[in-house]
């Protein structure tokens, strides 16, 4: 399978304890982004990455988020001290950036939910 | 404020008639736009895009059409078929997007084809 996987699929968590998810986006882009979604609502953007840089964070991204790609390869998302409000499907795409339409291959997401 | 809405959170269509489904957006720097489907426990999947330098782009049974005067687009769906029923989002990139170029989504909406 060459499209982007996540990991785990799934994560039930307890308010206060920390979380980490990971991304592995298709081999030769060079692009990742993180997304959340809501119930009822689309993709929120979080974070992007060109290679291991990390170019632009979202202001919903709090200081509890931290994003790596220490090798330009696959990603991690970790969330600090999680919050009921934290509870949402977490979606990693990655693309081109010869990409001129900026067409964007999502994973199949990582559902938190903290009780 | 949402910069890109689609305003009608779920339509139906007998199998074979044409699914029209609506986006209207906001922010005049927009420059790319795009159609993906999701299915439940899936991540959103690209369908077709069109620039802004065009007003229609037609891909089999998916065409896209985009009014720039009036801040409109649109995904034409004919013959729809059952496979089709899913939510439809709508996104936008643009300059104002900054490097990332990351897509700004509409809440989407649900497409039921009937058989």
């Known amino acids: 399978d060459t499209g982007v996987s996540q990991n785990p699929r799934h994560k039930i968590t307890k308010r206060g304890q920390n979380v980490t998810f990971r991304c592995d986006p298709i081999?030769?882009?060079?692009?990742l982004y993180w997304y959340r979604q809501t119930l009822g609502q689309g993709p929120e953007f979080l974070t992007y990455?060109?290679?291991?840089?990390?170019?632009?964070k979202s202001r919903l991204l709090s200081d509890r988020f931290s994003a790596e790609r220490p090798k330009g390869s696959f990603s991690t998302l970790e969330i600090q001290r999680t919050e009921q409000g934290d509870s949402a499907m977490y979606l990693c795409?990655?693309?081109?950036?010869?990409?001129?339409?900026?067409?964007?291959?999502f994973g199949p997401g990582t559902r938190l939910t903290v009780l | 404020d949402q910069q890109v809405k689609q305003n009608s959170p779920s339509l139906s269509v007998q199998e074979g008639r044409i699914s029209i489904l609506n986006c209207d957006y906001t922010?005049?720097?927009?420059?790319?736009f795009l159609w993906y489907k999701k299915y439940p426990a899936e991540g959103p999947t690209f369908l077709i895009s069109?620039?802004?330098?065009?007003d229609k782009n037609e891909d089999g049974r998916f065409t896209v059409f985009l009014n720039k005067s009036a801040k409109h687009l649109s995904l034409h769906i004919v013959p729809s078929q059952p496979g089709d029923s899913a939510v439809y989002f709508c996104?936008?990139?643009?300059?104002?997007?900054?490097?990332?170029?990351?897509?700004?989504f509409g809440s989407g909406t649900q497409l039921t084809v009937l058989p």
């Open positions: 795409a990655s693309s081109l950036v010869q990409n001129s339409y900026n067409e964007q291959f």
């Open positions: 081999s030769e882009h060079n692009r």
């Open positions: 990455f060109q290679n291991e840089a990390q170019l632009e």
């Open positions: 922010n005049s720097m927009f420059d790319y």
């Open positions: 069109i620039s802004s330098i065009k």
């Open positions: 996104a936008a990139s643009g300059r104002s997007s900054g490097s990332a170029r990351q897509l700004t």
